[in-house]
């Protein structure tokens, strides 16, 4: 309950056809590539460019927990099939 408001929960998230792809990649996805390194995947900040935020600092086995862990959540139930895009 104390989330970004326009950040769906993982619940929410765990609602969509392509949730998996989506935590598997969100590093990718904006706003997170300004922000987050991947060990050994990720370059580093530009140092003309760092980042906005304390950076979130990962590994490719750490995401893999996080799947793990998100694979775990229900669902969320909102009722009617969700429409992600």
Do not use: C
Not at 40 to 49: C, M
């Amino acid at each position: 309950m104390n989330a970004i408001g326009s950040t769906p929960s993982f619940a929410l998230m765990r609602s969509f056809a392509d949730w998996e792809a989506r935590f598997r990649a969100f590093y990718t996805l904006k706003p997170h590539p300004a922000f987050t390194q991947v060990a050994d995947v990720t370059a580093p900040f530009d140092e003309k460019l760092p980042s906005p935020i304390a950076p979130v600092e990962m590994t490719l086995e750490e995401i893999e927990t996080m799947l793990v862990f998100v694979e775990g959540i229900e669902p969320a139930n909102l009722g009617a099939p969700l429409n992600s895009r």
